[in-house]
């Protein structure tokens, strides 16, 4: 058996126990209302146990597991789906295949000083590439659990924030656009405050 095999093997008993603890913790913490609760005591374990693997599958945050040297040995599904990849594009690859070849060298940097500290954090913004051949731009939180003896992995969380930088990259540009023009602008809310007024706005007017 190949070590990618084991590793592959090691990951799915990984989020399986991942799912017993969050449903141990949620089961202690708080009554099982929500999912509805079923009669028996097993299939109300078997129904949290579902509820919690429904979360990791549909959860808009990415949760990547890599070993020392970047090797990717778990995606969830949320990653797969909004990159447009299948998993065997993406298992067993080098996750620089698909960061942009300017944002490499920073990561890698942080990837060789990381895996040196146990429990070393680290939080950055990269492009990662979909399968479309677009560049995504990416939050990204990484943690080396190498050393962990349940994880034996760095784990990464990702949100992909292209959509809001876009926005605030077209704020700032409709911002100076106004601030631009020779004529008078305001802005206000459904109750005629004010929330905006432009230089033009503010010379003519005194304030």
């Given at each position: 058996?190949?070590?990618?095999?084991?590793?592959?093997?090691?990951?799915?008993?990984?989020?399986k126990?991942?799912?017993?603890?969050?449903?141990?913790?949620?089961?202690?913490?708080?009554?099982?209302?929500?999912?509805?609760k079923p009669?028996?005591?097993?299939?109300?374990?078997?129904?949290?146990?579902?509820?919690?693997?429904?979360l990791?599958e549909?959860?808009?945050?990415?949760?990547?597991?890599l070993?020392g040297?970047?090797?990717?040995l778990?995606?969830?599904?949320?990653?797969?789906r909004?990159?447009?990849?299948?998993?065997?594009?993406?298992l067993?690859?080098?996750?620089?295949?698909?960061?942009?070849p300017?944002?490499?060298?920073?990561?890698?940097k942080?990837?060789?000083?990381?895996?040196?500290t146990?429990?070393f954090?680290?939080?950055?913004?990269c492009?990662?590439?979909?399968?479309?051949g677009?560049?995504?731009?990416?939050?990204v939180?990484?943690?080396?659990?190498?050393?962990?003896?349940?994880?034996?992995?760095i784990?990464v969380?990702?949100?992909?924030?292209?959509?809001?930088?876009r926005?605030?990259?077209?704020?700032?540009?409709?911002?100076?656009?106004?601030?631009?023009?020779?004529?008078?602008?305001?802005?206000?809310?459904?109750?005629?405050?004010?929330?905006?007024v432009?230089k033009?706005?503010?010379?003519?007017?005194?304030?």
């Amino acid at each position: 058996m190949s070590t990618f095999e084991i590793n592959m093997s090691f990951v799915k008993s990984l989020t399986k126990q991942l799912i017993d603890r969050l449903f141990a913790f949620r089961t202690k913490r708080f009554p099982i209302s929500s999912p509805p609760k079923p009669t028996g005591g097993t299939e109300d374990s078997e129904s949290g146990k579902e509820f919690f693997q429904t979360l990791i599958e549909n959860a808009s945050d990415f949760i990547t597991i890599l070993d020392g040297f970047g090797t990717i040995l778990y995606e969830s599904p949320s990653v797969m789906r909004s990159m447009g990849y299948a998993e065997e594009d993406l298992l067993g690859k080098n996750v620089f295949q698909f960061l942009h070849p300017e944002d490499t060298p920073r990561v890698q940097k942080l990837l060789k000083e990381g895996i040196k500290t146990p429990d070393f954090t680290a939080s950055f913004e990269c492009r990662f590439l979909r399968k479309d051949g677009s560049w995504r731009l990416l939050d990204v939180t990484g943690k080396n659990l190498l050393s962990h003896s349940t994880v034996r992995g760095i784990v990464v969380n990702s949100r992909d924030i292209t959509e809001r930088r876009r926005a605030e990259r077209e704020k700032k540009m409709f911002a100076y656009a106004l601030q631009s023009i020779s004529e008078c602008v305001s802005v206000t809310d459904m109750e005629d405050n004010i929330l905006f007024v432009n230089k033009a706005f503010s010379k003519t007017y005194g304030y």
